[in-house]
C-alpha cells in the first residue's frame, strides 16, 4: 500500500520559511524520483519542483527558483521542500508525489500526468 504522508504547513507572515516533510511507505523509495505539486483555490495544481531518485538532479518551476529547495533521505524514505522568503502568493495547499514510472527521472519540473501516487496534502498560508 502506498503512501505519502506530507507535514510542516502553518500560517505564516510574508518572508517567513517554512520546511515541509514528505514520510512515504509501501514502495521502495530509492528507485523513484519525488515531485511537490501545490494548488491554490481557483487554479490548477502546478508542479513546483522535483528531484530525481539517487542522483540529485532537480527542477524547479519558474515561480519558486531560488527560493524553494527540494531535498530528500533515501535511508529514511523521506522528501523535503525547504520555502524561504514566502509570498503570499505561495498560499496553497501543498502535495507530494511519486511518478508512475520508476524512470522518470525529473528532467525538467513535473506533470500531474505522470504521477500516480499522492499525500493528502498540507495547507500553507502566507499573511500577513
Known amino acids: 500500500q502506498v503512501q505519502l504522508v506530507e507535514s510542516g504547513g502553518g500560517l505564516v507572515q510574508p518572508g517567513d520559511s517554512l520546511r515541509l516533510s514528505c514520510a512515504a511507505s509501501g514502495f521502495n523509495f530509492g528507485h523513484y524520483a519525488i515531485a511537490w505539486f501545490r494548488q491554490a483555490p481557483g487554479k490548477e495544481r502546478e508542479g513546483i519542483g522535483c528531484i530525481s531518485a539517487r542522483d540529485g538532479r532537480t527542477n524547479y518551476a519558474d515561480s519558486v527558483w531560488g527560493r524553494f529547495t527540494i531535498s530528500r533521505d533515501n535511508a529514511k524514505n523521506a522528501a523535503y521542500l525547504q520555502m524561504n522568503n514566502l509570498k503570499p502568493e505561495d498560499t496553497a495547499v501543498y502535495y507530494c508525489?511519486?511518478?508512475?514510472?520508476?524512470?522518470?527521472?525529473?528532467?525538467?519540473?513535473?506533470?500531474?500526468?505522470?504521477?500516480?501516487?499522492w499525500g493528502r496534502g498540507t495547507q500553507v498560508t502566507v499573511a500577513s
Open positions: 508525489a511519486a511518478p508512475i514510472l520508476a524512470g522518470w527521472g525529473c528532467y525538467a519540473p513535473p506533470r500531474s500526468r505522470d504521477f500516480n501516487s
